[in-house]
Each structure stands twice: as structure tokens, then as C-alpha cells.
């Protein structure tokens, strides 16, 4: 006889994972956008795929603080002990931007939040040819100005080509295209906000990426936060102010703190922050970028001239001791008259060779051909797209001007402008002085390669010479002897500290005291932006939180129409503590004026709680263990919180409208903690079990069938 049962709930599973080597609990983040999962263990930061396939590793030797998912996923933030933020592209881990927020190595980052805000302009009353426009083509926007300054020129440009070694950001196609996107016009409107907290209660602050805006002291304003360090960060889309939990270092009332951040750059820039602070990035990335072609300009030029230096210097020891000579006095000799010094003769035959002809030759050509490309295909287009970056700022500064919240000044721009013309006079210099001393070099090693075969073969029929002779043009041979083998061009237009007996050096400035100068100029306009982006942040009264005691803190900050905090703790063994904190102007000019509405308890009768998420703005997710089982309850935040009362939650069985999930049993598997995405359609949940060697993966939108026959 067939009979139907009903089966407890049960989340499909996407995945499970046993790992080597365990992992911490405290550093657990899925992505918001794909089906990773980020996890550090006591020696690395790995990100797997929920099936476990392993994707990509880093393990720079210290020990990962925090981690934290770009809002898009395309970075992965970890905070290290060295208090350096390493932002790594998920795919290969390779570092793409640091974040130094220069705290001393006795500061131990605490918190890490990374969150997207609208910087879009509110439009109060409608201009009536806009509201026209619209009703006759609704795809229409008329804002010119904005237009104007999204337009996406650098698409336009040559892509910058991958440097062969050097910055990790810059050796593939991959890493070079994402530092150097060109955000849609949408995109102008989002500012993606990182914020990083340490244990002495200060917290840094940058936008798009790695543009700082500096670090604050919430601890040093607000006497109340003293010995409390910052632990969670949480914002909303449409909201300039930004939520931090502050808790207490040791045993003491409160255990938390509620501190708005209000971000008033946000809403005071008129819509170009993003832009600005893009922009602003990107000149950064073309900095980083000029100064590492810069580097292999000068070991390309190093290398190629260690080996010519050296045979060089073998055979003027001889010349010097037995005809008081040099080797350009004899070399220039030979070349004139024919007659070939006796040292200089056996140094041709015995010690060059032809062996040693084709290592120079080799050696000195490939030099200068590689110092032409990277010149031609890296310095010169990196330098033409560092113009059109600063002259669109420098458009942005005009059109603006004067605007304190901007702080873009349109003098400061045109000297970067000059000083990027100048560096670009220098490398056309240093290309074409390149290409000249090849030409003679070319040469100069043809009529070398004959004089090895005249001097080891000396019987050689005179018309076999006299052909070859014909090949040599000696009065190239000659300008190689006088020029570039004694005192080259190139090395005073890239850095005279490589020639010091350069003449040419002295008469004007080198291509790396240009590419300094264009970091100090650049340096000085990022620091004004700074500024003025931190005279419009603004650090709120701090609520207490009264618990005696709180452990395993979630977050979330909802906008709709008012904008509300909501903070979930797990106060005691079986209870979770659920506060709303609303602002109480929620018009993005609240200056931090905040008030905490209400506060509910949510007791698990004989139940230990052992970790709170927030699922979405509607769902609060909570494991927890009852008679050696483990359950997954999805509760209704705000619904309790608007009935104003505390909540005894005492059936975990399949009947209870709030269960979501129960673990299988007897398992070897001991449920401990818990991350969870917020990917619409794909929400999934990942449970890592006690002692951080397995974890399993679950799609929070799905269950297994729910009956089964017998």
C-alpha cells in the first residue's frame, strides 16, 4: 500500500566542499553576482565555486584581517595584516589596485564594507521644455552638460598594449581592459564606496576602487565610542548616509553602538562624483602605468649595455698597459688607416670571436628595438590618454568653476597638461635618438664581423675583402665610434643618472624627472579632491544599543521613503535581539539626526542560536540547534518589529511557517556559520560547519520535492 508523508523542508543543494586546510568563520563572503565564494584560511584567501572546484588562491605570507565583495563582483577587497586592502580580480587573483590605509602594524582592521550609491541628482521642480521633450520622445534626456562629459572618448583610442613583466595589473589583456573601462553613462551615476575600520575605532574611506578620501576618528569626536572598534558597515542605493556598528572591546554597557556616516559629497556633487572619481582613478592607473614603462625603459637600457661595457673593459686594460691607448682610439684607427693595434687584434681573434659578436649584436639590438617599442606602442599612447583624462577634468573644472565640492582646480590641471606635453617631446626624442644609434649600430656590427674574419684569417684574398668592404659604410661605422659607443643619446633623455657624463644630460630635464614631476602635480590635484570630498562627510550621534552582551551582529539599512537601520544580535544563548534605527529627516539632508524606534526580542525556546543573517529587506535568516538538530528559520523581521513585541519562536517543526530548512541527520556535518548573497533569482546560502572543514551550498529560492511515497 502506497502512503504519503510530508517531509521536513529541505533547500536544494548547489553545492558542498571538504577542504584541506580550515577555514575562519569571521571570513566567509558569496558574491552578489556569481557563484563564488570567498574563504581565507590561516595561510591564503581562496575563492571556489559552490561545487567546490577551486578558482583562484593569494597567500602573501600574512595573515587575511577581513574580505569583502565589489557590489558588482568583478573585485574581491581583502584586508591583510599589514593593514594594506588588496582588491584582486576573482579569476586570477592578480592584484589590481591597494588601498594603503597607513595604520600601524599594532592596528588591526576590523571591518571591511563595500556598497554602491546613487549619485544622481534630485530634480525638485521640472524644467517645462524637459517635461514636453519627454512627453513627445520619452527616450529622451536633456541634461548637455552631463552628456557631454560621458561621451565616451577613450574608446576611441588605441588600447594600451600589456607591459611583458613588471605590475601584475598590467602583464594581461584581462587586468589592463577592467583598469581602464569606460563606466556606461549609467554608471556615472553609481559611486562604489569602501570602507575599511580598525580596532583603535578609526575608519578610511575611498571611492571607485582606490580613490582616498581619508581616514576619520569617529572615537576622538564622539567620547561615548572610546575602547568600541567598528565591526559592521551597511548602506542603501538612494542614501547618502551609510550605517556603522561599533562594538565594545570588552565586557561593558552598551555592547554596541549605532553611528551614521553621512556622505553629503554624495548629494553636493551635482551628479559628476562618480565621474570625477573615475576619471581620477583611471589618471591614477595611467600614472602606475607611465612610471613601470619607465622602469623597463631604463633595465632595457641597463641590460643591453652591461655586456658591450665589459668586453669593452677587458681589452682597454691591454691597450692602456702595452700602446698607452683606448679601445675608441684604436678601434677609430682601424677603421681610418687598417692598421690594427696588436692587443686589439688578439682580443678580436681570441676573447670576441664570432661567439662573442653575435652576443653583442644580439645584445645591443634587441636593447634599442625594445626601447623603440615600448616608447612607440606604451610611454607615447599612455601619455595622449593621460591628456584626454585631465583635459575632460579640466572641462569639468571650467564649466564648474568656482565649485568648493568639487575640488577640481583648472590651473593645477593645465600644469599637468604642460608637464604631460613636455614628457611627450622627451620620449619622441628618445625614440627617434633610439632609432638613429640602431642604424649606426647595424653598422658598426657588419664591419666588426668582417674585421673578426680579416684578423683570424689574415691570408684572405684581397678581393673577397674589398667586396665586403663595399657593404660597410664607414662613415656610419665612424659616427657609431664618436657617438653612441662613447656617449649615447638615449640614456639622457630617459634618466641622466645613466649617463653622469652625458653633456646632453645637463641642457634639459630627462624623462624621469618629467614622469616625478607628473606624480607630484597629479598627487597635488587628488589630495584637493580629497578635501573636498571630506569636508562633506559627517559623523552622526552615536545611539547605544543597551544589550549586555552581543555576539554574531547583522546589518542592513532599507530606503523606502524613510531610511531605517536594522541591526540583528544574538544576545544570549537563544535569544536574538532586533532594533530598527530610523532617520529622522529622510530627505538626504538628515545630517546625521537619527532616532532609535524600536526594539523587539525574538526568543528560540530551548534552542542555541549559532549565527543571524539578513537574507533580503523582508527576511532575517537564523541557524540554530534544538535536541541535536540543526534548523534554518527565515523570520520576518519587520513584520515583528511592527507588532512592537517580543517573539517566543518555540516549533521548529515541519508546520512552522518559518522553517526553511532542517540539516540531515546523523551527519558528520555540525552546522556553525552561515553567508548568504543577494543575487535576485539566485539567492544562495552557504553553511560552513564546525571547525571550518566543509561547507555546503543552497539555493534559498528552492526545496526538494515536498512528499515522498512509501
Known amino acids: 500500500m502506497e502512503q504519503t508523508i510530508e517531509k521536513e523542508p529541505k533547500l536544494c543543494s548547489l553545492g558542498e566542499h571538504n577542504v584541506q586546510q ?122 548637455l552638460p552631463r552628456d557631454l562629459a560621458s561621451i565616451d572618448v577613450e574608446s576611441y583610442l588605441p588600447k594600451l598594449s600589456v607591459l611583458a613583466s613588471g605590475d601584475d595589473a598590467f602583464t594581461t589583456r584581462a587586468s589592463l581592459d577592467s583598469l581602464f573601462h569606460q563606466p556606461k553613462s549609467k554608471e556615472y551615476l553609481l559611486t562604489d564606496i569602501l570602507i575599511v575600520g580598525a580596532d583603535d575605532g578609526s575608519i578610511h574611506l575611498s571611492i571607485y576602487d582606490c580613490f582616498n578620501i581619508g581616514t576619520f576618528y569617529p572615537s576622538r569626536l564622539q567620547n561615548v565610542l572610546h575602547q568600541y572598534q567598528p565591526i559592521k558597515h551597511c548602506s542603501a542605493l538612494r542614501c547618502s548616509t551609510h550605517g556603522l556598528l561599533f562594538k565594545a572591546q570588552a565586557e561593558q554597557m552598551p555592547a554596541l553602538y549605532f553611528v551614521p556616516l553621512e556622505l553629503r559629497f554624495l548629494s553636493n556633487s551635482e551628479g559628476y562624483l562618480s565621474l570625477i572619481a573615475s576619471k581620477s582613478t583611471q589618471l591614477q592607473n595611467i600614472l602606475r602605468y607611465v612610471d613601470q614603462v619607465q622602469q623597463l625603459l631604463e633595465a632595457e637600457w641597463t641590460s643591453s649595455q652591461d655586456l658591450p661595457k665589459r668586453f669593452i673593459a677587458n681589452v682597454d686594460e691591454a691597450l692602456v698597459a702595452e700602446s698607452d691607448s683606448s679601445f675608441m682610439d684604436a678601434t677609430f684607427q682601424l677603421v681610418v688607416t687598417g692598421y690594427c693595434l696588436k692587443p686589439l687584434k688578439t682580443w678580436l681573434v681570441e676573447e670576441l670571436s664570432e661567439r662573442g659578436h653575435k652576443r653583442w649584436e644580439k645584445a645591443v639590438t634587441s636593447g634599442y628595438e625594445n626601447i623603440c617599442r615600448l616608447i612607440h606602442q606604451n610611454m607615447l599612447p599612455s601619455l595622449q590618454r593621460c591628456s584626454v583624462i585631465v583635459s575632460r577634468l579640466r572641462g569639468l573644472s571650467k564649466f564648474h568653476a568656482p565649485n568648493p565640492n568639487l575640488g577640481l582646480s583648472t590651473s593645477d590641471l593645465e600644469s599637468i597638461l604642460e608637464t604631460t606635453l613636455e614628457s611627450t617631446i622627451l620620449a619622441q626624442k628618445a625614440l627617434n635618438a633610439a632609432a638613429k644609434e640602431l642604424e649606426l649600430f647595424r653598422a658598426f656590427a657588419v664591419w666588426l664581423r668582417l674585421e673578426i674574419d680579416v684578423q683570424t684569417n689574415p691570408a684572405t684574398p684581397e678581393e673577397d675583402s674589398h667586396t665586403a668592404e663595399v657593404q660597410i659604410d664607414h662613415g656610419k661605422v665612424l659616427a657609431y665610434l664618436k657617438g653612441p659607443l662613447s656617449i649615447s643619446a638615449v640614456p639622457g633623455f630617459l634618466n641622466t643618472k645613466l649617463s653622469p657624463q652625458s653633456l646632453d644630460a645637463t641642457a634639459e630635464p630627462d624623462l624621469q624627472s618629467k614622469i616625478s614631476s607628473l606624480d607630484q602635480r597629479a598627487s597635488a590635484v587628488f589630495q584637493k579632491i580629497a578635501e573636498a ?35 540583528a544580535a544574538k544576545t544570549g544563548t537563544s535569544s536574538v535581539i532586533l532594533t530598527e534605527v530610523s532617520l529622522r529627516e529622510p530627505n538626504g539632508e538628515n545630517k546625521g539626526n537619527i532616532e532609535k524606534s524600536k526594539t523587539i526580542s525574538l526568543n528560540f525556546s530551548a534552542a542555541d542560536v549559532k549565527d543571524v543573517k539578513f537574507v533580503d529587506d523582508i527576511a532575517l535568516m537564523v541557524l540554530l540547534s534544538a535536541e541535536k538538530k540543526f534548523y534554518l528559520l527565515s523570520v520576518p523581521f519587520r513584520d515583528f518589529l511592527e507588532e512592537g513585541e517580543s517573539v517566543t519562536l518555540e516549533d521548529f517543526s515541519a508546520n512552522s511557517p518559518y522553517l526553511r530548512h532542517l540539516f540531515p541527520r546523523p551527519s558528520a556535518f555540525v552546522p556553525a556559520r552561515m553567508a548568504i548573497n543577494g543575487l535576485k533569482g539566485r539567492r544562495a546560502i552557504c553553511v560552513l560547519a564546525e571547525g571550518g572543514k566543509s561547507y555546503q551550498v543552497m539555493d534559498l529560492d528552492s526545496f526538494d520535492e515536498g512528499k515522498e511515497e512509501m
Open 22 to 143: 580550515a577555514l575562519d568563520a569571521d571570513l566567509l563572503a558569496l558574491c552578489s553576482t556569481m557563484d563564488l565564494i570567498a574563504a581565507a584560511s590561516k595561510e591564503a584567501v581562496i575563492i571556489y565555486r559552490f561545487n567546490g572546484e577551486r578558482v583562484s588562491s593569494s597567500s602573501p605570507n600574512i595573515k587575511a584581517s577581513r574580505l569583502g565583495w565589489k557590489p558588482n563582483g568583478k573585485l574581491l577587497a581583502t584586508a591583510w595584516g599589514d593593514n594594506v586592502v588588496r582588491l584582486v580580480r576573482p579569476e586570477s587573483s592578480k592584484i589590481v589596485h591597494e588601498v594603503h590605509t597607513n595604520w600601524p602594524l599594532s592596528t588591526k582592521i576590523t571591518c571591511l564594507g563595500w556598497e554602491s550609491n546613487s549619485t544622481a541628482p534630485v530634480k525638485k521642480v521640472e524644467d517645462p521644455l524637459l517635461k514636453a521633450t519627454k512627453a513627445y520622445a520619452p527616450e529622451i534626456t536633456l541634461d
Open 533 to 567: 570630498q571630506r569636508r562633506n562627510v559627517h559623523i552622526g550621534r552615536p545611539v547605544p544599543l543597551d544589550y549586555g552582551y552581543a555576539d554574531r551582529c547583522d546589518m542592513r539599512f532599507i530606503s523606502e521613503g524613510a531610511h531605517t537601520a536594522y541591526i
